[in-house]
T-cell receptor, first 111, second 112 residues
Framework: SQQGEEDPQALSIQEGENATMNCSYKTSINNLQWYRQNSGRGLVHLILIRSNEREKHSGRLRVTLDTSKKSSSLLITASRAADTASYFCAAGVAGTYKYIFGTGTRLKVLA | NAGVTQTPKFQVLKTGQSMTLQCAQDMNHNSMYWYRQDPGMGLRLIYYSASEGTTDKGEVPNGYNVSRLNKREFSLRLESAAPSQTSVYFC???????????FGPGTRLTVT
């Protein structure tokens, strides 16, 4: 399977703490995207980082990309109970329109 | 502006039955995708359509067919359903490569 891997599989933190999740993939990529999914509903796009970028910020989100290690990380700062969800990375396979999703990290933020 | 819509929301099939899952987007996107999500797992790409008139296989195409009816609509057909196709199916659309995907709410399919 080409499916990417994420770690940790599950993460439980207190409100106000930072949450970091990591993604590894196996192919060359156009871009790497992060999505959030609440309770089996549709995915919501969070942030996209292109293969020639190393770091990107959006509000409380910070994403890094290391193409030499085929890995990315998502940092959520000052987490809130509303951030409780599953988070998935999606690697855009270079030269194609295909995306390979990671297995996801289940984040629980305790109020 | 409804975004990406999928019908039906829920479906139960018996083994061997056929059905078509419908997907439509109103964002004038070029690319459309079909994924399946099994419990505790990420999404796996079944088929995609980079632009109107083209379709290509993804990671898990066996047992499925697709039709890009026009720019707005992309349907997924199960010709002879099997219990292994029990899953949640998501449709997504995008402007193209290097752009975010917008997802529909999903179809929960159970094959008995």
């Amino acid at each position: 399977s080409q499916q990417g891997e994420e770690d940790p599989q599950a993460l439980s933190i207190q409100e106000g703490e930072n949450a970091t999740m990591n993604c590894s993939y196996k192919t060359s990529i156009n871009n790497l995207q992060w999505y959030r999914q609440n309770s089996g509903r549709g995915l919501v796009h969070l942030i996209l980082i292109r293969s020639n970028e190393r770091e990107k910020h959006s509000g409380r989100l910070r994403v890094t990309l290391d193409t030499s290690k085929k890995s990315s990380s998502l940092l959520i700062t000052a987490s809130r109970a509303a951030d409780t969800a599953s988070y998935f990375c999606a690697a855009g396979v270079a030269g194609t329109y295909k995306y390979i999703f990671g297995t996801g990290t289940r984040l629980k933020v305790l109020a | 502006n409804a975004g990406v819509t999928q019908t039906p929301k829920f479906q139960v099939l018996k083994t061997g039955q056929s059905m078509t899952l419908q997907c439509a987007q109103d964002m004038n996107h070029n690319s459309m995708y079909w994924y399946r999500q099994d419990p505790g797992m990420g999404l796996r790409l079944i088929y995609y359509s980079a632009s109107e008139g083209t379709t290509d296989k993804g990671e898990v195409p066996n047992g499925y067919n697709v039709s890009r009816l026009n720019k707005r609509e992309f349907s997924l057909r199960l010709e002879s359903a099997a219990p292994s196709q029990t899953s949640v199916y998501f449709c997504a659309s995008s402007t193209g490569v290097d752009y975010e995907q917008y997802f529909g709410p999903g179809t929960r399919l159970t094959v008995t």
